[in-house]
């Protein structure tokens, strides 16, 4: 059985931030052990501002971070605001598709579930192609006599 390395596959910074910041604050892990440990992540190795940063300097970094934990995951897991801003969250899920097929079938707004309108705009496209099916067949008929 494979088992990675974690030296060659760190955790993502948000779980190790998540996991240390937590037991940092709630369970009584010194602050100083648990920087040294969240130095050494490859966030931290490889920063593109300081090429070759010292150990001193990403123990500082870890340790700023771990003291402001909950802060830095919410702004590491934001979406960002227009992801927040097309997110409407007074209407379910599917609300893309419900205005795509309310839109397709002519609808102002419907009762119907999204699967019947689903159902319903389908039914409309096979009706559709059957009906052009019909009638490229019926030209070509005429045009052969």
């Known amino acids: 059985m494979y088992t990675p390395n974690p030296r060659n596959h760190p955790p993502a910074l948000i779980e190790t931030l998540a996991v240390w910041g937590w037991a940092v604050a709630h369970g009584g892990i010194p602050l100083a052990y648990a920087a040294e440990i969240v130095a050494d992540h490859s966030c931290y190795r490889q920063r593109t501002d300081i090429p070759d940063p010292t150990e001193f300097e990403r123990r500082t970094w870890a340790a700023e971070d771990l003291t402001d ?13 227009e992801a927040v801003d097309e997110e409407r969250w007074d209407q379910p899920g599917d609300w893309r598709m419900r205005e795509y097929l309310l839109n397709s079938l ?6 119907e579930s999204t699967d019947r309108l689903l159902l319903r705009h389908c039914d409309e496209r096979i009706a559709e192609c059957e009906r052009k099916i019909a009638e490229q067949s019926g030209t070509t008929g005429e045009e052969e006599q």
Do not use: K, Q, T
């Open 69 to 81: 934990w909950e802060n830095i995951l919410v702004r590491m897991a934001w979406p960002g605001d």
């Open 106 to 111: 002519g609808l102002p707004d419907s009762c």
